[in-house]
């Protein structure tokens, strides 16, 4: 790994802990969950790390579904820092749609699926030719949420231009996260 992604890792571990000191005494009750943030650290198809830092907007509204779920809407603004050998930047936007089920009244499993759009600060990425900077994202998740306001989960991100250039490459990531709620 190069200098930059070890200093983007130590800084994202520590701000993690800060994260879960101040926020593991809280118990927030469903309706003060209005922001959350998450740290995601996982790789690539190929095994280039990658570093994303998520922050979203849970919309006030919920959906009732079924006896025992509740669905949710949120707004994401995602940064991630990908490839050890070649930094590159990737900024994106995306809607995602919560299915929770509250079987129990302290942790509640879900299931995340979205859509969205990125910007890339190129678009070559590890001999991986992408088609330009401008990428969409799909992605889907699952998880646990606990009554404390923390939430871990793995998260599959898949980005690509949906064929609108000549190359898509495409990229995949498989994601372990941690979110905190505030």
Not at 82 to 102: A, I, K
Not at 122 to 141: D, T, V
Request: aromatic share 12%; glycine share 10%; hydrophobic share 45%.
């Amino acid at each position: 790994m190069n200098d930059s992604f070890k200093v983007a890792v130590a800084a994202v571990l520590v701000l993690m802990f800060v994260m879960i000191s101040s926020v593991h005494a809280m118990d927030l009750k469903r309706s003060e969950r209005k922001w959350s943030g998450s740290l995601e650290l996982g790789s690539t198809f190929n095994g280039s790390p990658a570093l994303r830092i998520v922050g979203a907007y849970w919309l006030p509204k919920y959906l009732q579904i079924w006896k025992y779920g509740v669905g949710f809407m949120r707004l994401e603004l995602d940064t991630g820092i990908l490839d050890n050998s070649d930094t590159t930047l990737d900024v994106g936007f995306q809607p995602v749609f919560r299915y929770e089920c509250h079987r129990s009244d302290r942790i509640w499993p879900y299931i995340d699926l979205g859509a969205g759009i990125h910007f890339l600060s190129r678009a070559n990425i590890n001999g991986r030719q992408l088609g330009a900077a401008q990428q969409f994202s799909l992605l889907a998740a699952m998880g646990v949420s606990f009554k404390s306001g923390i939430e871990i989960g793995y998260r599959y991100l898949h980005i690509s231009n949906a064929n609108l250039h000549s190359h898509n490459d495409g990229r995949d990531e498989h994601l372990g996260v941690v979110t905190f709620f505030f």
